[in-house]
Each structure stands twice: as structure tokens, then as C-alpha cells.
């Protein structure tokens, strides 16, 4: 098999006229793929603007070889895709999420070839998730890679891997017809270093069965092997796999015979200005983000299929991950359903072979019941792949049953409430339940909310986490969502953005995402969860500090003054790392700072910490210890008020620092400053010092925070900034814009040349910062 990219110089215009398909486009852009049919505004924008047909043509200089047959792939088109190759058209294809291929070989031509794909991106009610409202964005383009596939006369079409126990099966799809057993070598890698090599010989589809020791694919140790189909020395099929036993139970999902609580995000695989259009850099990014920054063991692909980009990436680095057929709600006609079936049949032979899919979403997501249509798709999810589990995510109680793993999305949680409902409160069956969405919509955040909002969508992270990890009858819980999303006028803050994740658009973290790195060892977490600003505060009384952590005890310091040691608060205790709460702004000081006796000293503190939690309606019996106190050591009214505004309200102050100190073993590991400083500056981060190209082009990105001198994001800024590039990259989406909660990110993509290229970033208050990014 040769396999050649096709992503480099399209043309493209965004309309279709019948003249294009064979007098070709007269005016263009020349585009590369991925692509966007167009590029949206960041929020506030009509979602009609993608919903057009669109054309797309590509030249291509071929000298075919005798007794080959030639293909062509592509991995997504959004939502309709008409191929036409020398002006004859060949298929067409419903559904934007799914991969498809169309054989060329009796109309290719020597030399140069016509290439045209007629894309329509509207929302058709025949295609799903379309036919209802869909809370998200579909896009438009080839959002996906193409290539020219190059086979012989009879190839090996897919190759499903199963590993039971010693035992590894091959089961072989051939495309072709001959009656001659041809000899193929067999070759099974770890990390380039041969395992196993055997022969056989395959006249038509088969199951091959080798005996053979394997290591077991886990999500801290993800050993990854790949098969190598050879004939002649040449490679002729390859797909990576491993070895792994799952299993859903009644009280938790196992992997390889340990049982393990599912813990995760919900994504969707959108981005600012471009919408699907991203290639593997940043898809392979997400993964990593919800992996080693969020500390999630498993990801929901909501709505939809992911890039494979994203799926070979969760393989290697060990994220788990729940997978479905597109759509949201609706369930169409019986057309739209066999739509709906072959993009399920398409999901499953391309992502079969990925260890670190354990379920296959068989339902339309939040659907009514329709026994004879899911039925069907669990009959055919079964079918292509018998040993993986299959689930249906519902949002209603006592759902009919067909799958293997009950899913549901619980919503109960509104902050003052239970976390998460009882397993039998919701389905009668004693069956493996999982948790697939809670809290999102329940209460959208925003980055630039006020201090109080953010916390709260921190502490209902933090409710149904422990709801979840407090019941043997939950597998798991994947939270909704990831990161913020652009959606349709009936959804969303009016500004098209859901701002339902724990990041925001371009990936920047809300308190709440330091709610999952908390529960995760793979590195120490400190995350004060305010800036202990009064008048962020109602009656600026601040009761209390989240301190969402992973160490195990914080001694809190106030100017230098040791305060008190603070250890996680049991209200969590069922989370693997509760947070800790610093509920004591005094401490001793009082008894060291004033000239009170010790019992004084402990019932002014008293009656001080009691202000600061309920306000100034102290009940009779504070109320007669202050009276006692305040005659005891003649203090007056104003006096009395002097002790508040020095220990509870800290005003006056020349300087005010809040120390925070994390210890594990005894031992000092983290420790974090908050308080209000002079001098504020922005911090550049960027993503990666050093880019390639692929098969495509590349994108990375630059973050831009402005951060007090204690490192601390100012959410409240809206600073404009501005990016100019010297060098082979181009910035996505305009190169002024405001910070929103007081950080934004450029996401810049490569032009096909290499070099050093400088990024510098100017606003009109501070001075210029510059950072360089190296394209090969």
C-alpha cells in the first residue's frame, strides 16, 4: 500500500454552481487542508454563516502502474460530500463525522486528474444530528485529511486485533478476487523492536490465531504494539493495538482485573474561529491536557467520533475513552436511521483496534426510547466488535435497557442538593451504571464572572465528585464539559458560547479545573481558589478559603504571621485529595498581639470569626460575652471596632499577604501567595518551542496571562493585545483581541516553510514581550 497526503493547495470557493464540476473554478482561494468553509467570528455571529455549499478542486499529476487500483480517503467532510473525479461523479457521502473512501481506478488518467468534492455543510434534516435543535456546532469544510491510496489487486482492507489472554486473533477483510494463496509475512512491534514474526498465507478474508506473549496495555504503563502486514519487505497493512481486559460490573469497571473509578470530561473537538478544522497537533493536545494537566482517567467524544489524531494519542499516553454515533435528541425517519447506522458502522471498523476505547455509545445521545432502531445498533455494534461493551446515553429514569452499561446524564445537582441521584432512583435494574454528563448547563460559568460564580462552579464539581467516589454503585462520572463551545441561538449565553466547561475556548483553566488536577498524584497541586479581594464579597466578608490541593496539610500565614495548619475537610471526604478549608483568619494574633488575658483574647476571636461568618446579628449569648468583655478591659464601641478592622477586615494595612504552604511527608512542597500587589505584568507561555509539519500543516499556540507579582491572574482584565509575526507562521483569527478573565491564547499555524519566526505581543500599557517558535 502507498498512502499519498492530498492536503496541500486546493482551491476553494464558498458557493456551487453544476458549471464548476467540469469548467473547474474560475476564481478561488487556494486552501490547505484541514479546512474551514469559514472562518466564524469568536462570539455573537449569525450560525447560518457555515450552513452553505461549497466547493473544493485539486489537480492531481498521477502515472498509474499496471494491476493497481487506486482509492481515495477521506477521514471527514462536513455534513454532505459529493466526490467527482475527471468531471464522472462517484459517491456521495452523508454524515461529517465518519471516515469514507471511493475507488478511482477505472477513470484515472495519466497524468493530470480533476479532483472535485461538492460539500454541502447545511444542516439537512436526512443526515443526523440534524432534523431538531443540537446544542453545538457543526462546521463546515474538509475538516479532516485526504490522501491517494495506491493497492495492489487484492489488499488487505482492515485487520480487527484481539488479544484473549496468550491468544492473539487477526481477523482479516480482504478486498479483491484470486485463487492463489499469496504468502504474507507477519510482524508484531513494540517501540520498533520486533516481538514476533510468523507467516501465512491469505487467499481471502480470514482469523489468524498466534500464540503469544504480550504485555498488558494500562493507563499508567500504555504499552502500545503495532502489526506490520509484509509481502516482498514491503509493508502492505499496519494498525497499532494492544493488550487489555474491561470489564463493567455492578460495582465498578476493572481493568485488567483492578477496579478503577471513572473519573473525566466531556470534549468536543472545536476551536475558536476554525470550529473542527485542526490538525493532529492540537488534537493529540487535547488529550494530553485532559491526561496530564486535568488529571482525568477517561474522556467522553460527545457527540460524535474524534479525530483519529486524538484516539492514537489517548492510546499512548493511557486515557480512557467512551466513544459514539453522531447526533443529539432527535431521532429521524428511517433514512436518517440508516444514515445513522452506517456512520456507527464506519465509527467502529476505523476505532475497533484503539485499546483506550472501552464503550460504544450505540444511542443517540439524550434520545427517547425506540426499540426497534437501538435494537438494531447494538445487533450491528455487537456484531462488528463482540468484545467491547456498549452503553446509550439517556437523560430521563428507567430508560428501556438493551446495552450492556446503563449511562446516563445526571443533572440533580443545583449546589445546594445531593450530587448525584442513587443508582436505583434511576433505573430499577441492577446493572452497571455510569454517570456520562452532570452540572453544565446547571450553572454556566464565565472566566470573567464574579469570584463568587467561579468558586461555587468549583464547589459543584467538587459535590458530585464526591457523590460519585462515595458510591459503590457508580462506575464513574464524566463531567460536562472539557472547555466552553460555540452553539446554536437556543442554547448558550446569547453570545453562541456554552460556557459550560472548566476551560475556556482556548483551553485556559477556571478554578474548577484545578477541582480533577486536585485528584490526581502525578503531580502536587496548590490552587487557592480566590483572591481574597473584600469587595468581591458580599458585605466584603470573606468566611472562608478553598484551597483545592493534593498535599496533605496547609499552614496559612498572614503577613508573615503563622496563622494556624489546616488538614482536607471531611465535608469531601469521600474524594481521593479533599480540599482544604481555611475558615480562621486570626489564629493566636490576638492573644499575641493584644494585651487581653488568654480567656479575653479566646472569646474576642470568637465573637470576631463569628462576625466574619454571619454578619453583625450576634446571638444573646455572644452578645453578653462581648458586653463582658468590652466592660472587663474598658473598650469602647470604636475600640471594639479597631479589633475588627484589624483581624477580620485588614484594612489600613500598608501591605497584605496571604501564605500559603502545602507539605506532604512533613516536607514543604508547594506554597502560593494571594493578596493585592503594586506592579502586575503579562506572562507569555508558549506551547511548544519547536513545530513540524506532517502531513499537513501544524498549529501551536501563545498564551498571554496578565498576572499580579505574585503570579496570580487578574480574572477582571480586558487588556487589548496585539500580535505581530516576523517568520513562517500566521496567526488564526485577528491579531487584536481583548483578554477575557484575564487571559486569552493565539493559536498560530505553520505556511509550509521553515525558519525562526518572532511573536510579539503589544498592548498600549505594557511593554512589548517577544518569544520565538522554530519551524522545521
Not at 511548544?688 to 487578574?714: K, P
Request: with cysteine; proline share 4%; hydrophobic share 35%.
Amino acid at each position: 500500500m502507498k498512502k499519498i497526503p492530498l492536503n496541500n493547495d486546493w482551491h476553494y470557493t464558498p458557493k456551487f454552481k453544476e458549471t464548476f464540476i467540469k469548467e473547474g473554478l474560475k476564481t478561488y482561494q487556494t486552501v490547505q487542508i484541514p479546512h474551514t468553509n469559514i472562518e466564524l467570528p469568536y462570539h455573537y455571529f449569525d450560525e447560518t454563516m457555515y450552513q452553505f455549499t461549497s466547493s473544493y478542486e485539486k489537480t492531481l499529476l498521477i502515472d498509474p502502474a499496471q494491476n493497481k487500483r487506486y482509492f481515495l480517503s477521506f477521514e471527514g467532510v462536513m455534513t454532505e460530500a459529493t466526490i467527482y473525479f475527471n468531471h464522472q461523479k462517484l459517491t456521495t457521502h452523508k454524515g461529517g463525522y465518519t471516515p469514507f473512501t471511493v475507488e478511482i481506478t477505472d477513470v484515472i488518467k495519466q497524468s493530470e486528474n480533476h479532483l472535485f468534492v461538492k460539500v454541502d455543510s447545511t444542516e439537512r434534516p436526512d443526515i443526523p444530528p440534524f432534523g431538531f435543535v443540537v446544542d453545538y456546532l457543526t462546521y463546515g469544510g474538509i475538516y479532516r485529511e485526504v490522501a491517494l491510496i495506491e493497492q495492489p489487486q487484492m489488499f488487505i482492507e482492515d485487520v480487527f486485533v484481539t488479544v484473549d489472554g496468550n491468544t492473539i486473533a487477526l481477523d482479516i477483510t480482504m478486498n479483491g478476487d484470486t485463487l492463489e494463496a499469496t504468502p504474507y509475512t507477519f510482524v508484531i512491534k513494540q517501540n520498533d523492536e520486533i516481538v514476533e514474526r510468523f507467516s501465512d498465507t491469505l487467499p481471502q478474508s480470514k482469523t489468524i490465531h498466534k500464540d503469544i506473549q504480550l504485555k498488558y496495555w494500562d493507563i499508567d504503563d500504555p504499552i502500545v504494539y503495532t502489526l506490520e502486514i509484509l509481502k516482498s519487505k514491503t509493508v502492505l497493512y499496519q494498525t497499532s493495538f494492544a493488550k487489555r481486559d474491561i470489564a463493567f460490573k455492578t460495582d465498578g469497571f476493572y481493568l485488567n482485573g483492578e477496579r478503577l473509578k471513572l473519573r473525566g470530561l466531556n470534549r468536543h473537538q472545536s476551536f475558536p474561529y476554525v470550529g473542527y478544522a485542526m490538525p493532529s497537533n492540537m488534537q493529540k493536545k487535547d488529550a494530553d491536557i485532559l491526561k496530564y494537566n486535568l488529571g482525568c482517567n477517561v474522556v467522553r467524544s460527545s457527540h460524535y467520533p474524534p479525530s483519529r489524531h486524538f484516539l492514537n494519542r489517548c492510546d499512548e499516553i493511557g486515557l480512557l475513552v467512551i466513544t459514539e454515533l453522531p447526533g443529539w435528541q432527535h431521532i429521524g425517519n428511517t433514512a436518517w436511521q440508516e444514515v445513522a447506522l452506517l456512520n456507527l458502522e464506519e465509527m467502529i471498523i476505523r476505532d475497533r483496534n484503539h485499546p483506550s476505547i472501552i464503550l460504544w455509545g450505540v444511542r443517540i445521545n439524550e434520545s427517547p426510547d425506540n426499540e426497534l432502531f437501538y435494537t438494531k445498533t447494538n445487533q450491528l455494534a455487537k456484531q462488528l466488535d463482540p468484545t467491547r461493551p456498549r452503553g446509550g446515553v439517556r437523560n430521563f429514569k428507567n430508560s428501556q435497557f438493551l446495552e450492556d452499561v446503563y449511562t446516563y446524564n445526571d443533572f440533580v445537582h443545583r449546589g445546594d442538593n445531593v450530587g448525584l441521584e442513587k443508582r436505583n432512583h434511576v433505573t430499577k435494574q441492577k446493572v452497571p451504571y455510569l454517570v456520562t454528563e452532570y452540572n453544565g448547563h446547571m450553572y454556566p460559568t464565565k472566566p470573567f464572572d464574579d469570584e463568587i460564580h467561579r468558586i461555587n462552579h468549583a464547589k459543584r464539581h467538587l459535590e458530585v465528585l464526591n457523590a460519585m467516589y462515595q458510591n459503590n454503585d457508580i462506575i464513574g462520572a464524566i463531567g460536562w464539559s472539557m472547555f466552553d463551545y460555540n452553539t446554536h441561538k437556543d442554547f448558550g449565553s446569547g453570545d453562541k458560547i456554552c460556557y459550560h466547561g472548566v476551560l475556556d475556548m482556548f483551553r485556559n483553566e477556571k478554578y474548577a479545573a484545578s477541582v480533577y488536577q486536585s485528584q490526581t498524584d502525578n503531580r502536587a497541586i496548590l490552587e487557592v481558589v480566590s483572591h481574597l479581594q473584600i469587595g468581591d464579597f458580599a458585605a466584603s466578608e470573606i468566611k472562608e478559603v478553598l484551597v483545592l490541593t493534593n498535599l496533605e496539610y496547609i499552614k496559612f500565614y498572614i503577613n508573615d504571621d503563622y496563622i494556624n495548619t489546616f488538614y482536607p475537610s471531611i465535608t469531601y471526604q469521600y474524594l481521593p485529595h479533599p480540599p482544604v478549608i481555611i475558615d480562621d483568619f486570626i489564629g493566636n494574633l490576638i492573644h499575641e498581639k493584644e494585651s487581653f488575658t488568654h480567656k479575653d483574647a479566646n472569646r474576642i476571636k470568637e465573637i470576631l470569626l463569628y462576625i466574619m461568618k454571619h454578619g453583625m446579628n450576634l446571638p444573646l449569648k455572644l452578645k453578653l460575652k462581648m458586653g463582658w468583655v468590652l466592660f472587663k478591659n474598658k473598650l469602647s464601641i470604636d475600640e471594639a471596632a479597631k479589633l475588627y478592622e484589624k483581624y477580620v477586615g485588614k484594612w489600613g494595612l500598608e501591605s497584605l499577604t496571604y501564605r500559603f504552604e502545602g507539605y506532604r511527608n512533613n516536607q514543604l512542597v508547594l506554597h502560593k501567595e494571594v493578596g493585592p500587589t503594586k506592579d502586575n505584568d503579562l506572562n507569555v507561555t508558549v506551547a511548544d518551542a519547536t513545530i513540524q509539519e506532517s502531513d499537513t500543516y501544524e498549529v501551536t499556540s501563545v498564551t498571554i496571562s496578565h498576572e499580579d507579582s505574585h503570579h496570580n491572574r487578574l480574572f477582571y482584565s480586558n487588556e487589548i493585545i496585539t500580535i505581530t509575526i516576523d517568520g513562517p507562521l500566521e496567526c488564526i483569527g485577528p491579531s487584536t483581541r481583548p483578554l477575557r478573565g484575564g487571559v486569552t491564547s493565539f493559536n498560530l499555524k505553520t505556511l509550509g516553510k521553515s525558519g525562526l519566526a518572532k511573536i510579539t505581543i503589544t498592548s498600549h500599557r505594557f511593554k512589548n514581550k517577544s518569544v520565538t517558535i522554530t519551524v522545521l
